[in-house]
């Protein structure tokens, strides 16, 4: 049987595709291997775990939907609930617009940009509990140095943040309000990537510096906010340190988030609880990506 010139050359392609097929495959399957070992299988279990009685010990007996009406008609869960919505509104602008400002300022490369570029990123070499721990010594009452320079004003000053309300609420806030290094950097890459032809025509049209920042600069940098926001809503989202090492969802429960109270469950052997409060936190996560995603509109492209 004789094979015409057009058939061979069909053949030779499609061995070839099937050998690219299979390099992709070979390639892709470790880190197929690693997220469903490491995240995909740990994430059923916990989904299924939280409709279940279990101390981690014995078998978890399936008790329905229990686990979720005893959290939702918790006190201190509905409180974190509260003060996740709040720490996420303050990091969502506070925070996030802070960070971006700042990654600006650096981009225009003023006066002393890079020792400032340096003393900026020092907090992202210090963990988040000697960062805690500073921070409460920061705000004591007796040896801090805030109320020790309130004093000079207002002698009488006497707050102990951490352990009075409504002021351990925003003591904890300002661990971290601030900190917005991550952004920065992310805002600053995009800024640095932006192509000089843009600025160069935006010049010949004759824009100013303000103008080129705010109609071209930051709508290009729509996708590192975007990022910027995710990370910053779901450090929010799975903040624990700062907390437990400060006030321990103190005082009464006016600090207390979602991450305090499934440590707390799982120190009580009360598994299945604990994992509710980690599948809520699952939930809250993804909502966030979505919403974000749609409003920054970060799949479509920017170019």
Same mark, same amino acid.
């Given at each position: 049987m004789v094979i015409s010139k057009k058939e061979k050359t069909h053949k030779i392609k499609k061995i070839n595709s099937k050998k690219k097929l299979f390099w992709i495959y070979l390639f892709i399957l470790p880190s197929l291997i690693i997220f469903i070992t490491f995240y995909l299988v740990p994430i059923i279990t916990v989904f299924f775990?939280?409709?279940t009685k279990w101390d981690g010990f014995n078998s978890p007996q399936f008790v329905g939907i229990k686990n979720y009406i005893?959290?939702?008609?918790?006190? =201190?869960?509905l409180i974190s609930l509260?003060?996740? !919505? %709040?720490?996420? +509104?303050? %990091?969502m602008t506070v925070h996030v617009g802070f960070g971006t400002l700042v990654a600006f300022i650096l981009y225009k490369k003023p006066f002393g940009w890079k020792f400032t570029r340096t003393v900026f990123m020092i907090p992202n070499v210090i963990? +988040? =509990? @000697?960062? =805690?721990?500073? #921070?409460?010594?920061?705000? $004591?009452?007796?040896?801090g140095i805030l109320n020790n320079l309130i004093r000079f004003v207002n002698p009488s000053f006497n707050v102990k943040w951490f352990y009075q309300s409504p002021y351990a609420f925003w003591a904890i806030t300002l661990t971290w309000v601030f900190y917005a290094v991550v952004v920065t950097l992310i805002v600053l890459g995009d800024l640095m990537a932006i192509p000089?032809? !843009? $600025?160069?025509a935006a010049? !010949?049209? &004759? =824009?100013?510096?303000?103008? *080129? *920042?705010?109609k071209i600069n930051l709508p290009l940098c729509r996708n590192a906010i975007g990022t910027g926001v995710i990370c910053s809503v779901t450090a929010r989202? @799975?903040? #624990?340190?700062?907390?437990?090492?400060?006030t321990a969802g103190g005082p009464g429960d006016d600090t207390m988030n979602i991450p305090v109270i499934l440590v707390n469950s799982l120190l009580d052997y009360r598994y299945g609880y604990a994992n509710t409060s980690g599948v809520?936190?699952? +939930?809250? &996560?993804?909502i966030t990506l979505l919403i974000v995603n749609k409003v920054f509109r970060m799949n479509d492209s920017i170019y």
């Open positions: 775990t939280s409709f005893k959290l939702f008609k918790n006190d =201190a869960f509260k003060n996740l !919505i %709040a720490w996420s +509104v303050l %990091a963990s +988040v =509990a @000697a960062w =805690a721990m500073i #921070y409460k010594f920061f705000f $004591h009452n007796d040896i000089s032809d !843009i $600025h160069e010049k !010949i049209d &004759g =824009a100013s510096s303000w103008q *080129t *920042t705010l989202i @799975a903040m #624990y340190e700062s907390i437990i090492l400060t809520i936190m699952f +939930v809250i &996560g993804m």
